[in-house]
């Protein structure tokens, strides 16, 4: 134990008088502090939106359901009033929000796909498929899942660089300083257990430097109780962490000069978190490529080919008619506001034929996933990123969820209007 506190005074020395590794600490810190405000701001900014959202659909419905007891004086109250209640305006007119459940407490610490993709649609009662694709969902990529500059990032990326800066010497630079033939001659252990020793010096001041900046993270959270998701984080960082000190210490193990073993320690972090992630992003477009063609007919705008032929828009309110069941002997729909009943019955049976052309997208999407997350586990950046995400809910298993559930919800949204 004498000889552990003596190895780990001299480090803690050394630190000190080392301007460059101190200057390192705090920018560390200081970016891992930016990290987590960074998220934290994306987050409340999304919790801000969703309420306004909300607060704007409930103000609309209050104003319909008020224009039934106004005088209709004005043109804006007959108008707000024809919105309300004439089933011509009501189909296209009346807004209601989809939204993704919102954020947990923990996700300003791993964005993930949250600052990405929709977290809430806009939707009516005319066709979904095209107020779903107008804006091409994101074809998503197998890839770090990199472009949000959370405390994740900072855990993922930069903490690999600080163990390789502070630990890639500890033979070499000793040996080269002549500073290591005195030191093992004044002990009786060997090379290997002091090494073994001044690491673990390095392991719980990075290591710790991580689960301070996680717990800050936590404290801000408004779920910073959620014993189960921080146990899990600080399970993955000390695992993705450790990753890092065995392979320094397998590089440093083989006694070569401090020069190549910081090469090898670099290239070691190039190969992991930037080569193998662009190559398997590559592999995945080549090998499961997500056709979007098909998505093009769907978000094309479609109308009756006579938009005066009475006939013709009686004859697409049938059709539409005998694809519901509880709908099929309602023939007395024909004859009231016919032309708003066949614009709505078309949407519907158009969103009816491409059904197929999105589920087959879907379906090309989660397959794709699906196999390459088997390749997840050879890269541990990677797979504690993709960790990360989901223990805070915001991978993109939830994004995908969300878009298939979108579907029962319109479906809601038009048997309301019919």
């Known amino acids: 134990m004498k000889l552990i506190l003596l190895l780990w005074q001299r480090e803690g020395i050394s630190i000190i008088r080392n301007t460059f ?36 659909e409930k103000n609309k419905f209050e104003h319909y359901k008020n224009s039934f007891n106004s005088d209709h004086t004005s043109v804006k109250e007959k108008q707000l009033f024809d919105i309300a209640s004439n ?32 977290y809430y649609y806009k939707l009516t009662g005319t066709s979904l498929y095209y107020q779903l694709f107008q804006s091409e969902l994101a074809n998503p990529p197998l890839k770090l899942y990199v472009g949000n500059f959370d405390i994740s990032f900072v855990l993922i ?10 630990t890639y010497g500890l033979y070499a630079e000793e040996k080269e300083n002549g500073m290591l033939p005195p030191l093992l001659r004044l002990q009786t ?7 073994l020793i001044r690491i673990a010096f390095y392991y719980a001041l990075i290591v710790g430097l991580g689960i301070l900046l996680s717990s800050i993270g936590f404290f801000v959270s408004s779920e910073g109780g959620d014993i189960l998701a921080v146990s899990l984080w600080i399970l993955a960082v000390l695992c993705y962490l450790s990753f890092w000190f065995a392979l320094m210490f397998f590089l440093i193990s083989l006694k070569k000069n401090s020069s190549l073993t910081a090469i090898s320690a670099a290239s070691l972090w190039l190969l992991f978190l930037i080569v193998l992630p662009a190559v398997l992003n590559v592999y995945a477009n ?93 890269n541990p950046a990677v797979n504690t990123q993709g960790v990360l995400n989901e223990i805070v809910e915001s991978d993109s298993e939830i994004f995908q969820s969300f878009y298939q559930s979108i579907e029962s919800f319109h479906k809601d949204i038009t048997h309301f209007l019919c």
């Open 157 to 166: 990326y930069l903490f690999p660089l600080l163990i390789i800066a502070f």
């Open 286 to 378: 080549i090998v499961y490529p997500i056709d979007n063609t098909s998505l093009a007919d769907v978000t094309r705008r479609r109308s009756l080919e006579n938009e005066e032929d009475l006939e013709e828009a009686k004859a697409v309110i049938l059709e539409y008619l005998q694809s519901r069941n509880d709908l099929k002997e309602a023939d007395s729909l024909l004859h009231i506001n016919t032309m708003a009943k066949a614009y709505a019955a078309f949407t519907a049976l158009n969103d009816d034929h491409h059904r197929k052309e999105v589920s087959d997208y879907f379906t090309q999407i989660r397959l794709r996933q699906k196999k390459i997350s088997l390749f997840r586990w050879a």
């Open 87 to 118: 089933p011509a305006y009501a189909w296209y007119r009346h807004e209601y929000h989809a939204i993704l459940p919102p954020p947990h407490g923990l996700s300003h610490m791993s964005l993930g796909q949250r600052d990405i993709e929709p």
């Open 21 to 56: 590794q101190m200057v390192m600490l705090a920018t560390i810190f200081l970016l891992g502090m930016y990290a987590i405000y960074y998220g934290h701001s994306k987050i409340m900014e999304q919790h801000k939106t969703i309420k306004n959202v909300e607060h704007i």
């Open 189 to 195: 252990i060997g090379l290997r257990k002091i090494l």
